[in-house]
């Protein structure tokens, strides 16, 4: 039986995949598995997978059940969440599950983010900003700014999250995608802890297209609102619906398409009709706890400001 699980959620992605699997082949330390999860594609991409257990889905499931049915599906004692577009570096495995094998307080354990020529910075972990959207801490700077030891972090990124398959709480398909980390890191107890000695080179968002889209402007939209009818007791609640509206505003003025408006008031709608049920999911003590992993509005102001110039 093998140590760990590697699970992939993949979506077309012929053009990546084979690296990916290539990079997880070569660069993984411990005895593992490695299982494709693959949501409806129609490049052929999921055929002729040696030495890769294949999900096939002919209904895209979405990245938090295709996470969940890999989770199922897996034998090992640890389960690592890939994205299909990222590489791994060599070795990534091993500082991630020292940390969980020695420390049973951690529960999720994550490393850095890095873009594909390995020199800057994606993330250092997750930080959640006031509206629970989430953003890359230390985005944009050079790699050697990363910590030189473990730190705790407040989320771990999709594209590289390992748990014990014991403990696994699942992601929320409700949180189709886009969300789904802020979503378990405000339900998690334990600890969240990145480790430098681990990396992934990134290429963001090849299963979701463009930054500017309809499918990063409908899912983001609906699903701030569900998040925070969850997870915030009423005044942050208030508050985040009022930072969603200031957000998803600015994004239409950005962009000042008809598609891009209608994607928005979808997710408004769709979130809205999920409020009730979303408010009857916590405990008031359990929403006290997860408001105080966000980061305060202004912090998170000016990070949005900073990654506005960065990205421009």
């Not at 990916?20 to 330390?29: D, E, I, K």
């Not at 791994?88 to 599950?97: F, I, M």
């Amino acid at each position: 039986m093998p140590e760990l699980s590697v699970v992939l959620v993949n979506h077309n992605g012929a053009d990546c995949l084979p690296a990916t699997l290539a990079a997880l082949r070569a660069g993984t330390r411990a005895e593992h598995e490695i299982i494709v999860v693959d949501s409806a594609s129609t490049d052929g991409s999921w055929r002729d997978l040696d030495g890769v257990r294949v999900l096939r889905h002919e209904k895209n499931v979405g990245f938090s059940a295709g996470c969940n049915r890999g989770a199922e599906a897996a034998t090992g004692e640890y389960v690592a969440f890939i994205n299909f577009d990222a590489s791994v570096e060599d070795g990534w495995d091993e500082p991630l599950l020292n940390l969980l094998r020695e420390d049973p307080g951690i529960a999720v354990a994550t490393g850095l983010l890095v873009t594909p020529d390995g020199a800057t910075l994606e993330a250092v972990g997750l930080e959640i900003a006031p509206n629970t959207a989430t953003y890359g801490r230390m985005e944009g700077l050079p790699r050697a700014a990363a910590p030189a030891g473990p730190v705790d972090v407040v989320a771990a990124s999709g594209a590289l999250t390992v748990v014990r398959r014991s403990e696994f709480l699942g992601f929320d398909e409700l949180i189709w995608m886009y969300g789904e980390e802020a979503d378990y890191a405000l339900r998690l107890s334990g600890r969240v802890v990145l480790h430098p000695g681990s990396a992934i080179r990134h290429e963001n968002g090849h299963a979701s297209g463009p930054r500017q889209s309809e499918t990063r402007l409908y899912w983001p939209s609906r699903n701030r609102l569900i998040l925070a009818a969850r997870h915030l007791p009423p005044w942050p609640f208030a508050v985040s619906v009022a930072a969603s509206a200031a957000f998803d505003l600015a994004s239409l003025l950005q962009v000042r398409r008809a598609w891009a408006a209608r994607a928005i008031l979808r997710g408004w709608r769709d979130g809205l009709a999920l409020v009730a049920a979303a408010r009857r999911d916590r405990t008031p003590a359990q929403r006290a706890a997860a408001a105080r992993k966000l980061v305060g509005l202004r912090t998170a102001m000016h990070e949005q400001r900073r990654l506005e110039r960065l990205r421009a």
